[in-house]
């Protein structure tokens, strides 16, 4: 079967082959992306492994693995969560929401930034929900899931703080979804500033303010 470019999808305006280009991340754009007959085929064989393995977090530092399997949907805002606890990755978290939070899709959030305690320090793991484009399950708000891409930072930002890598990397992470789902630093939230939200979440240490004053910046 011969394979054709797809044209751009929804407001992001991007094709299936999105990647991360900030900050010298080695994140490599596909050669070439599926035709829109082939997509069809691709979300199906997805879905089918889905099905098989139970856990579908992407294996750690395999940077293919950050590029969505299907075209970019629209996006409105970033939210911003921590974990609430020293140490974690992605693959605990998942099983984490399936086994105690009884969520059949698994991991909640979009993106799992690590502390060195799980994962790699400033290591940035992406989930299922954003290879796929599917909704989250973080925000407690539908608005906000349906709309909303979940980075999750490893720590309990109560008492303490995020690394410093693990700031490179969500500043860089949080430049690169604006600029390619055209998301203004101001619909950059942190958990706790959502309507309704009765949590502190990504903690009281973590300044929300300065975060969007440096995302602003060119």
Known sequence: MRREPVKPHGPCNLPCGFFFEERGMRIRRMKDVWAPSTLILVQAAFAFVVMLDGCRISPRNDSKKLEPYVPIREWKYIVVHHSATPSGNAERFDRFHREVRG??????????????????????????????????????????????????????????????????????????????????????YGHRELPGATTDCPGKQFSMEELRKILKKE
Not at 106 to 126: Q, R
Request: aromatic content about 8%.
């Open 103 to 188: 969520w059949s899709g698994g991991l909640g959030y979009h993106f799992v930034i690590g502390n060195g305690h799980g994962s790699g320090d400033g290591e940035i793991e992406t989930g299922p929900r954003w290879l796929a484009q599917e909704n989250g399950a973080h925000a407690g708000i539908t608005e906000y899931n349906q709309y909303g891409i979940g980075i999750c930072l490893v720590g309990d930002f109560t008492d303490s703080h995020p690394t410093e890598k693990q700031m490179q990397a969500l500043i860089a992470l949080c430049r690169d979804l604006m600029k390619h789902c055209k998301i203004d630093a101001d619909h950059v």
